[in-house]
């Protein structure tokens, strides 16, 4: 297995049972944050779910981010690319290296880490079970000139602040828009926030995925 590229934070359930694989949950902070910071968010999961929490890999301020900005929604192209393509092989590395269950494998990603989330859903399909997309957006040239697969089994739980300050709800409702043409299984929510996660916002999205993991009943 080769070094990764992104540091990162492990977290597996206490009661680790020998020959299990587990479903599991990688998060992606926001610019400028860390991956502590997105620990809280997934903490009451963490019975159940390995939690991997990965920092982006430049330094910003006193936090870090995965790719840099031309302008706001406005990625620096060559090192967008760079960074889905280092995440999916760091999702491939984590799944070899610990007691992960390849067909319940989760992002959980808010602002940049929403945008590498969903655009890592488009690009990775259905080696995802789901995606939590918050605040985020699909920059257009992944819409038009990434290789994108099929998401239609795919879940997503997408949500906006009504009130955000940084991108605007009209992109909520455009990335939300795009994505219930791909798959039936989109939950979209919108909250009355600014660019951040309410509480209400993580009680909803901590309810779809405990029901999304579970088995389909006969």
């Known amino acids: 297995m080769v070094n990764p590229t992104y540091q990162y934070d492990v977290h597996?359930?206490?009661?680790?049972?020998?020959?299990?694989k587990y479903p599991?949950?990688?998060?992606?902070?926001?610019?400028g944050s860390n991956e502590?910071?997105?620990?809280?968010?997934?903490?009451?999961?963490?019975?159940?779910f390995i939690i991997i929490g990965v920092r982006g890999n430049l330094p910003l301020g006193a936090g870090y981010q995965y790719y840099d900005l031309k302008s706001l929604g406005n990625?620096?192209?060559?090192?967008?690319?760079?960074a889905v393509k280092d995440i999916e092989s760091f999702i491939h590395y984590a799944t070899e290296k610990y007691p992960i269950n390849p067909d319940k494998r989760y992002l959980l990603g808010?602002?940049?880490g929403a945008i590498l989330s969903v655009t890592l859903a488009l690009t990775?399909?259905?080696?995802?079970?789901?995606?939590?997309?918050?605040?985020?957006?699909?920059?257009?040239?992944?819409?038009?000139?990434?290789?994108?697969?099929?998401i239609k089994d795919v879940s997503v739980f997408a949500s906006h602040g009504e009130y955000d300050s940084v991108f605007p709800v009209r992109i909520g409702h455009e990335t939300a828009a795009y994505l219930k043409d791909y798959t039936e299984h989109l939950t979209f929510k919108l909250y009355p926030t600014d660019h951040g996660v309410s509480e209400v916002n993580q009680v909803d999205f901590l309810k779809w995925i405990k029901q999304d993991t579970e088995p389909n009943p006969i």
């Open 124 to 150: 990775m399909g259905e080696q995802l079970k789901g995606i939590i997309a918050l605040n985020g957006y699909i920059p257009d040239f992944v819409k038009t000139e990434y290789s994108l697969r099929s």
């Open 75 to 82: 990625p620096i192209r060559e090192m967008f690319d760079q």
């Open 24 to 31: 599991t949950i990688f998060t992606f902070h926001g610019k």
């Open 12 to 20: 597996l359930p206490v009661n680790l049972e020998q020959g299990k």
């Open 110 to 112: 808010f602002s940049q």
């Open 36 to 48: 502590r910071d997105m620990f809280g968010l997934v903490a009451p999961l963490a019975e159940d």
